[in-house]
């Protein structure tokens, strides 16, 4: 069955790095956008970062523009979010999610066709 897994969450003072992996299997990882997500306490899913089916083009949104970046390994099935600079307005569950590649530019989750379960992020000042 279809699985996206994610791990690498955890609590971290502001200013510090975090890497998040999601390990996807089950469907045809290669012809999906890859994104993540998150969702603080009370807020809708925002679209974080995506990345394109090949990995040659990367989005994100404005809030977390060199700060973050995204990639993908086809080959294995993987996807990461290398986090620095990070501030408490970055505290949220994070989502991998995987979505049909028209849309990758969009980091809406209106055409995510499957997600994972989620990774907590909790950055304190």
């Known amino acids: 069955q279809v699985q996206l897994v994610e791990s690498g969450g955890g609590s971290v003072q502001a200013g510090g790095s975090l890497r998040l992996s999601c390990a996807a299997s089950?469907?045809?990882?290669?012809?999906?956008?890859m994104a993540w997500f998150r969702q603080a306490p009370g807020k809708k899913h925002d679209g974080v970062a995506s990345?394109?089916?090949?990995?040659?083009?990367?989005y994100y949104t404005d809030s977390v523009q060199g700060r973050f970046t995204i990639s993908r390994d086809n080959a294995k099935k993987t996807m990461s979010l290398q986090m620095i600079n990070l501030k408490p307005e970055d505290t949220a569950m994070y989502y991998c999610?995987?979505?049909?590649?028209?849309?990758?530019?969009?980091?809406?989750?209106?055409?995510?066709?499957?997600w994972g379960q989620g990774t907590q992020v909790t950055v304190s000042s």
């Open positions: 999610a995987a979505k049909a590649g028209y849309d990758c530019y969009s980091l809406s989750a209106s055409a995510v066709t499957y």
């Open positions: 089950g469907f045809t990882y290669s012809v999906f956008c």
């Open positions: 990345v394109s089916p090949d990995g040659d083009s990367s």
